[in-house]
């Protein structure tokens, strides 16, 4: 079935060094790819996505780059912040149909 | 903050009782859907609406059950609640059409005993 697959669960950085999660999708129909910033008692935040017939996109410090042939897509983070600190959850859907999650990346921004 | 609420924020129920939760969407929001989190897991998609219509479900039973108002709220239904049903309850809304942008709410965090 429809899966996405997110590494790596935990991932703790410098603060100011850059981090990168990796996700790979399993259906190649999919073509919306949200990442989604998750806090404590909060509800999943849209932070940055990218379409199907886009390879990159970038926003400030956070950028996305999608592989359609490989089915990878990845978010980058530069110059990590203290307020970076969260869950965040790469995702797939197509068009407007149900949003598949991965199962998230604690992310800790270590002082 | 997205415009999605959710109410209540906090809830705890008895296993076998009956649970409904509620969903304003964003104005100008015709889809909204619904999401289960369990305990360090990613959302899972339960169902959707358009137009007051279900033209989605998850992998979940007919006990969890939905409605979509004309305004577009929602509601989500459970009954005869099992321990497992213990989550956080997402709920998402979308504008019209095409690829767009899903707006979670601040979910409603439901707990079994």
């Known amino acids: 079935g429809e899966n996405v697959e997110q590494h790596p669960s935990t991932l703790s950085v410098q603060e100011g060094d850059s981090a990168v999660i990796k996700c790979t999708y399993s259906d190649s129909a999919s073509n919306y790819f949200p990442w989604y910033k998750q806090e404590l008692g909060k509800g999943p935040q849209l932070i940055i996505d990218i379409r199907s017939n886009v390879g990159e996109k970038k926003d400030q410090r956070i950028a996305v780059t999608l592989n359609k042939t490989a089915k990878h897509f990845s978010l980058h983070i530069t110059e990590t912040q203290p307020e970076d600190s969260a869950v965040y959850f790469c995702?797939?859907?197509?068009?407007?149909?149900?949003?598949?999650f991965g199962k998230g990346t604690r992310l800790h921004i270590l002082p | 903050e997205t415009g999605v609420t959710q109410s209540p924020t906090h809830l705890i129920k008895t296993r076998g009782q009956q649970v409904t939760l509620r969903c304003s969407s964003q104005s100008g929001h015709n889809t909204v859907s619904w999401y289960q989190q369990a305990l360090g897991q990613g959302p899972q998609f339960i169902f959707q609406y358009y137009r007051e219509e279900e033209n989605g479900r998850g992998n979940f039973p007919p006990r969890f059950s939905g409605l979509q108002f004309p305004n577009y709220s929602s509601e989500l239904n459970v009954n005869a609640l099992e321990l497992d049903d213990s989550a956080l309850y997402l709920c998402a809304s979308r504008p019209p059409t095409g690829v767009t942008e899903a707006f979670f709410g601040q979910g409603t965090r439901l707990t079994v005993v």
């Open positions: 995702a797939a859907s197509k068009g407007d149909d149900k949003i598949i």
